[in-house]
């Protein structure tokens, strides 16, 4: 077991909501010291990943990352889109829409969403958990002006763990299974998906407070897996009060 009292990985703030009709994307690697296997298809990473705007817990508007998913889904982190009454979500070619809560778990830290019209290109997810020493990337989107700037982080599996941490209200204590990586995460970067040989398996939640340059990421739950359990969410759910 591993215990964690990790900063979450979300900013306060966001870049101007405005989403151009044309959008220039810029890819940028944070951490270029790794070799990527071949089988991860990064043009596919980028085509999913997901700029999230998260309004109605104070004057600032939230922001964070996700990840295009199977049934015209989005997959990101709880403490992401707690609270919010207005979210905005808006793809790696700067299309905008806003989108409901579905699914949401504030001790895994998961939330679903469903765009009104869909965002992204829904990415291929795999059911066997991370292992160690495996290579792999995060993706990052964010609309900054009139510009889509894509980040691309190398990452490694550094070892699997059940986080012994609390949920996103730091009323409780919680146990997440999931797994450490080697990423240098910044405030907006929850909610990115762990792309892995063979698919997505995990979603980075927070930043480690031993190193800064490692991340907490948590399993993906099975309910996200099963592609009929996955389609029938299909209804707004409460996304509980506003965090911090």
């Known amino acids: 077991m591993s215990g964690a009292l990790a900063l979450a990985a979300c900013g306060d703030d966001g870049p101007p909501d405005a989403a151009p009709q044309d959008s220039v994307i810029t890819q940028v690697n944070r951490d270029q010291t790794t070799t990527i296997p071949p089988s991860i298809d990064r043009d596919a990473a980028v085509a999913a990943a997901i700029d999230i705007r998260a309004a109605g817990c104070g004057p600032r508007v939230r922001f964070g990352s996700g990840t295009s998913i199977p049934d015209d889904l989005i997959l990101t982190a709880a403490h992401v889109v707690s609270g919010a009454s207005d979210i905005e979500v808006i793809d790696s070619t700067g299309f905008a829409t806003e989108a409901a809560v579905v699914f949401f778990d504030p001790d895994l830290d998961v939330a679903v969403l469903r765009p009104s019209t869909p965002a992204g290109e829904p990415i291929q997810m795999r059911a066997e958990p991370a292992r160690e020493q495996e290579i792999g990337i995060v993706v990052l989107s964010r609309l900054i002006a009139d510009t889509v700037e894509t980040e ?88 509980g009060q506003c965090t911090g």
Do not use: C
Not at 154 to 165: A, F, S, Y
Not at 175 to 190: L, N
């Open 152 to 239: 691309i982080i190398d990452v490694r599996v550094l070892r699997q763990v059940n986080i012994l941490t609390t949920d996103i209200y730091l009323d409780k204590d919680v146990e997440r299974d999931g797994f450490e990586v080697t990423a240098p995460i910044e405030p907006g970067d929850s909610g990115a998906m762990v792309h892995l040989p063979g698919g997505g398996v995990g979603i980075i939640w927070a930043r480690s407070t031993d190193n800064e340059d490692h991340a907490w990421a948590v399993n993906i739950p099975d309910i996200l897996l099963d592609p009929d359990a996955r389609g029938a969410l299909q209804t707004q759910v409460d996304n």
